[in-house]
Nanobody
Framework: QVQLVESGGGLVHTGGSLRLSCAASGRTFSSYAMGWFRQAPGKEREFVASVNWSGDSTYYADAVKGRFTISRDNAQKKVYLQMNSLKPEDTAVYYC?????????????????WGQGTQVTVSS
């Protein structure tokens, strides 16, 4: 069982930066791949980024590639999403999720555990 709590969301101007954090509980955290997804108002939830269990492999959606960086600290049981050069279209609720298969993935149904989400708003 893994419980996830996101933090770090907020309001930022276009071009600004935010760092999201996801704190996990549970003994098996280090074996899970971790991902970030987001859902904008009136839209489907979409994949943002994923990192494998060890942290040495990552995968990004094209929309955020080069601007966002996912990382993890297994000792601290945390996952981070550094978001730079933010755009109004990045406005969404951001969710942290855990995938027991261990390898990075954009397959939403593979993620068994989800946090409650944190709001990110980018003003133009």
């Amino acid at each position: 069982q893994v419980q996830l709590v996101e933090s770090g969301g907020g309001l930022v101007h276009t071009g600004g930066s935010l760092r999201l954090s996801c704190a996990a509980s549970g003994r098996t955290f280090s074996s899970y791949a971790m991902g970030w997804f987001r859902q904008a108002p009136g839209k489907e939830r979409e994949f943002v980024a994923s990192v494998n269990w060890s942290g040495d492999s990552t995968y990004y959606a094209d929309a955020v590639k080069g601007r966002f960086t996912i990382s993890r600290d297994n000792a601290q049981k945390k996952v981070y999403l550094q978001m730079n050069s933010l755009k109004p279209e990045d406005t969404a609720v951001y969710y942290c999720a855990a995938d027991p298969r261990g390898q990075y993935s954009d397959y939403e149904r593979g993620y068994n555990y989800w946090g409650q989400g944190t709001q990110v708003t980018v003003s133009s």
